[in-house]
């Protein structure tokens, strides 16, 4: 397995980057709060789990250790695979997934685009026992970005695009995106309207 990626960022997109390792661009998916992160020819280092299918080898991406760890174990879970379980460290900081899962906060955990109430139930059944509650956060790192003057509708479809590959229907996603920005064309800076989307989609 791949443990861990260090090298300078050649592409930074909403939920992925480019970090050359050796000569060769690893292409790693991450949450919109790490990927924000980032800044193109900056050297970074990130921990990372290699996920092997059939038809592909796709690469996550986490700020920490403890991000990765729980990536890794909701999907222990039945119906949990790498996408939802991305989804679910989007919308919830690492912190906040323990604690609901260890009090079975249901209602925090079907705030995640993709699992209903039955799911969470399985997920608190499941892990309840085995995560340790650690820590403080309130949901995805980062605050917004100061609003600049922008490129109005194509942030806005980048932010809807990003939010519809999360698991929210397109509806969902024009709302939150029309919410955080006030109907007003958006700042330039799309992580900024991305991360405030998602803190609104998390209510």
């Given at each position: 397995?791949?443990?861990?990626?260090?090298?300078?960022?050649?592409?930074?997109?909403?939920?992925?980057?480019?970090?050359?390792?050796?000569?060769?661009?690893?292409?790693?998916?991450?949450?919109?709060?790490?990927?924000?992160?980032?800044?193109?020819?900056?050297?970074?280092?990130?921990?990372?789990?290699?996920?092997?299918?059939?038809?592909?080898?796709?690469?996550?991406?986490?700020?920490?250790?403890?991000?990765?760890?729980?990536?890794?174990?909701?999907?222990?879970?039945?119906?949990?695979?790498?996408?939802?379980?991305?989804?679910?460290?989007?919308?919830?900081?690492?912190?906040?997934?323990?604690?609901?899962?260890?009090?079975?906060?249901?209602?925090?955990?079907?705030?995640v685009p993709g699992i209903g109430r039955k799911s969470a139930e399985r997920l608190v059944l499941e892990l309840k026992d085995k995560?340790?509650?650690?820590?403080?956060?309130?949901?995805?790192?980062?605050?917004?970005?100061?609003?600049?003057?922008?490129?109005?509708?194509?942030?806005?479809?980048?932010?809807?695009?990003?939010?519809?590959?999360?698991?929210?229907?397109?509806?969902?996603?024009?709302?939150?995106?029309?919410?955080?920005?006030?109907?007003?064309?958006?700042?330039?800076?799309?992580?900024?309207?991305?991360?405030?989307?998602?803190?609104?989609?998390?209510?």
């Amino acid at each position: 397995m791949i443990a861990s990626v260090r090298g300078p960022v050649r592409h930074v997109g909403l939920d992925r980057a480019v970090v050359e390792l050796g000569g060769v661009g690893l292409l790693v998916h991450a949450t919109p709060a790490t990927v924000a992160e980032l800044r193109p020819g900056q050297e970074v280092t990130l921990e990372t789990t290699l996920v092997v299918r059939e038809e592909s080898l796709t690469l996550y991406g986490f700020a920490d250790p403890d991000a990765r760890a729980l990536f890794e174990q909701v999907q222990t879970v039945s119906g949990v695979g790498p996408r939802l379980a991305l989804a679910m460290l989007s919308v919830l900081a690492p912190a906040e997934v323990r604690r609901a899962l260890a009090q079975g906060d249901l209602a925090t955990l079907t705030k995640v685009p993709g699992i209903g109430r039955k799911s969470a139930e399985r997920l608190v059944l499941e892990l309840k026992d085995k995560v340790a509650v650690v820590g403080g956060g309130t949901g995805p790192a980062g605050a917004p970005a100061v609003p600049a003057a922008g490129e109005g509708e194509a942030v806005a479809s980048q932010v809807r695009e990003a939010l519809e590959g999360l698991g929210w229907s397109a509806r969902q996603a024009a709302d939150a995106v029309s919410t955080v920005t006030g109907g007003e064309e958006p700042p330039a800076e799309v992580s900024a309207v991305l991360r405030a989307a998602l803190r609104e989609l998390g209510r």
